[in-house]
Nanobody
Framework: QVQPVETGGGSVQAGGSLKLTCLVS????????MAWFRQAPGKEYEGVAA?????RINYALPVRGRFTISVNIALLYLEMDNLNTEDTAMYYC?????????????????????WGQGTQVTVSS
């Protein structure tokens, strides 16, 4: 069973940085898709960044140039720089053992079968 577990959330002032880590246990095989999603209070889930075993990477427009996703075996990272209050949310790691069809689909919640419990990121002004 694939089980993502996130760590690294916290509170930071606007302009600061945080790094999230997700340990994706049980991910056997060389084919995968992994992503970070977030959900702010009262809002829908939003795909933030995604990476797959082909080396494709996609970022949501609000975070391009500020967030960096990377993967090292079973560890998925999200480096977040120049954070602003709009980035305040619960951040979730998601994974799947298959590829998705397109770059846009990589940021679609429905493409991922395995989810972590989330880690809170709070950015204050």
């Amino acid at each position: 069973q694939v089980q993502p577990v996130e760590t690294g959330g916290g509170s930071v002032q606007a302009g600061g940085s945080l790094k999230l880590t997700c340990l994706v246990s049980g991910l056997i095989g060389s084919t995968y898709s992994m992503a970070w999603f977030r959900q702010a209070p009262g809002k829908e889930y939003e795909g933030v960044a995604a990476v797959d075993s082909l080396g494709r990477i996609n970022y949501a427009l609000p975070v391009r140039g500020r967030f960096t996703i990377s993967v090292n075996i079973a560890l998925l990272y999200l480096e977040m720089d120049n954070l602003n209050t709009e980035d305040t949310a619960m951040y979730y790691c998601a994974a799947n053992t298959r590829l998705v069809a397109s770059l846009d689909d990589m940021l679609s919640r429905s493409e991922y079968s395995f989810w972590g419990q989330g880690t809170q990121v709070t950015v204050s002004s």
